[in-house]
């Protein structure tokens, strides 16, 4: 599992294609059989000792130093209880093909392409991309257009753009490497904190949390039993990831929320953590405290439903300025299919010549 040497070609030769791997609904029991059998203690009274209660103060940065000490697990499972129980879940984790490398190219393209795409969408883009553009030399190179057009089904074609200009980034400072510093990373164009933390996390294997909205989710019903501010995610998940399983937590944790404790459903009966969740200990009252940790925005109706149509149709050719509105899905309001035309333009996906006519970049 900690083997570096695995290329991208070699990734598209082992993984799984899209057909085969089980979506949420069809996931099994994340209780591995470590967990299992520790579940089956019987009675409230005997739950086996896993450690003395624990209080982590919180305080890894400025952000969290007014964080007051969070107080985990009160029935004094203590830290252990939730470590053993996500990091039991390596031996059932959806076999996706970027978890079979640690090359750090194909791993920040992957953390791109999931942020907001389901990963079994992102299966056969990514396998396609990478082969493309095995490394950021290669997609730095590309024309804008060739990386829109490798893009095709992902959505959010501005990430895409933005790929490639980190590419150009970490050729022209880092040798064409992918750094493996966190304020090094959070400086290449489009990279933010959780791809920075995805990278270091996925690719080096070093010890730190990524937050995402499934991570947010899982730590505001188990860990916290209630809403919190935004800020308060990191600190905390910085502060859970036991030394040296950096790797093996964060997949844990985001598989966790990705497939059973889900926004809508949450199959607590199926999770390792039911013995020492928190919202499920006070018997999941309302509001659920997941609520409200989702920073995705609706997409229908949105500006980016209308710039997905209008990538989507500029990809099969030209676009003149009289069939802008119609290919942006807003016959009557052209006005605001020119806005987000305009923006496509700015963020240099799209080009537009002197008679108004549009194409990829
Ligand atoms: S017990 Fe239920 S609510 Fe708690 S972490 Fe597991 S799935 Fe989520």
Same mark, same amino acid.
Request: charged share 20%; aromatic share 4%; hydrophobic share 45%.
């Given at each position: 599992?900690?083997?570096?040497?695995?290329? %991208?070609?070699? /990734? @598209?030769?082992?993984?799984?294609? %899209?057909?085969? *791997? !089980?979506?949420?609904?069809?996931?099994?029991? *994340?209780?591995?059989?470590?967990? %299992?059998?520790?579940?089956?203690?019987?009675?409230?009274?005997? +739950?086996?000792?896993?450690?003395?209660?624990?209080?982590?103060?919180?305080?890894?940065?400025?952000?969290?130093?007014?964080? !007051?000490?969070? #107080?985990?697990? &009160?029935?004094? =499972?203590?830290?252990?209880?939730?470590?053993?129980?996500?990091?039991?879940?390596?031996? /059932? *984790?959806? &076999?996706?093909?970027?978890?079979?490398?640690?090359?750090?190219?194909? /791993?920040?393209?992957?953390?791109?392409?999931?942020?907001? @795409?389901?990963?079994? +969408?992102?299966?056969?883009?990514?396998?396609?991309?990478?082969?493309?553009?095995?490394?950021?030399?290669?997609?730095?190179?590309?024309?804008?257009?060739?990386? $829109?057009?490798?893009?095709?089904?992902?959505?959010?074609?501005?990430?895409?753009?933005?790929?490639?200009?980190?590419?150009?980034?970490?050729?022209?400072? =880092?040798?064409?490497?992918?750094?493996?510093?966190? =304020?090094? *990373?959070?400086?290449?164009?489009?990279?933010? &904190?959780?791809?920075?933390?995805?990278?270091?996390?996925?690719?080096?294997?070093?010890?730190?949390?990524?937050?995402? @909205?499934? #991570?947010?989710? $899982?730590?505001?019903?188990? $860990?916290?039993?209630?809403?919190?501010?935004?800020?308060?995610?990191?600190?905390?998940?910085?502060?859970?990831?036991?030394?040296?399983?950096?790797?093996?937590?964060?997949?844990?944790? $985001?598989?966790?929320?990705?497939?059973?404790?889900?926004?809508?459903?949450?199959?607590?009966?199926?999770?390792?953590?039911?013995?020492?969740?928190?919202?499920?200990?006070?018997?999941?009252?309302?509001?659920? &405290?997941?609520?409200? @940790?989702? /920073?995705?925005?609706?997409?229908?109706?949105?500006?980016?439903?209308?710039?997905?149509?209008?990538?989507?149709?500029?990809?099969?050719?030209?676009?003149?300025?009289?069939?802008?509105?119609? %290919?942006?899905?807003?016959?009557?309001?052209?006005?605001?299919?020119?806005?987000?035309?305009?923006?496509?333009?700015?963020?240099?996906?799209?080009?537009?010549?002197?008679?108004?006519?549009?194409?990829?970049?």
């Amino acid at each position: 599992m900690r083997c570096r040497c695995a290329g %991208a070609r070699t /990734v @598209t030769t082992s993984g799984p294609d %899209a057909a085969s *791997l !089980p979506d949420a609904a069809s996931a099994p029991a *994340l209780v591995p059989a470590s967990s %299992a059998a520790s579940a089956q203690v019987p009675g409230e009274g005997s +739950r086996p000792d896993l450690g003395t209660q624990q209080v982590l103060p919180v305080s890894g940065g400025s952000e969290g130093a007014d964080a !007051p000490g969070l #107080v985990l697990d &009160p029935a004094g =499972h203590g830290v252990a209880a939730w470590h053993r129980g996500i990091l039991g879940l390596q031996a /059932v *984790l959806r &076999p996706l093909p970027w978890r079979q490398t640690r090359a750090p190219w194909p /791993v920040m393209v992957s953390e791109v392409m999931l942020q907001q @795409t389901q990963a079994v +969408r992102v299966v056969g883009p990514w396998i396609d991309f990478v082969s493309q553009f095995p490394d950021p030399a290669a997609c730095a190179a590309a024309p804008a257009g060739a990386v $829109v057009r490798a893009w095709a089904g992902l959505g959010y074609n501005r990430r895409a753009v933005q790929l490639r200009a980190a590419a150009a980034a970490m050729v022209e400072r =880092h040798s064409s490497q992918v750094p493996a510093d966190l =304020h090094e *990373l959070l400086a290449l164009p489009g990279i933010g &904190p959780y791809t920075a933390r995805a990278v270091l996390a996925f690719a080096y294997e070093q010890d730190v949390a990524v937050v995402d @909205t499934n #991570v947010r989710r $899982v730590l505001s019903r188990s $860990v916290l039993g209630r809403r919190t501010a935004p800020r308060e995610f990191q600190a905390l998940a910085d502060a859970l990831v036991p030394p040296g399983q950096g790797w093996a937590w964060n997949q844990g944790i $985001v598989e966790l929320g990705a497939t059973i404790c889900t926004s809508r459903a949450p199959r607590c009966r199926r999770c390792p953590l039911e013995r020492h969740c928190q919202w499920q200990a006070a018997g999941r009252p309302d509001p659920d &405290p997941a609520v409200g @940790t989702s /920073v995705q925005a609706p997409f229908a109706g949105s500006d980016r439903q209308g710039r997905g149509r209008l990538v989507q149709r500029l990809r099969s050719g030209p676009l003149a300025a009289g069939t802008l509105a119609a %290919a942006a899905g807003w016959p009557d309001d052209p006005g605001r299919a020119e806005r987000v035309a305009g923006m496509l333009v700015a963020d240099g996906l799209v080009v537009r010549d002197q008679s108004g006519t549009l194409r990829l970049a």
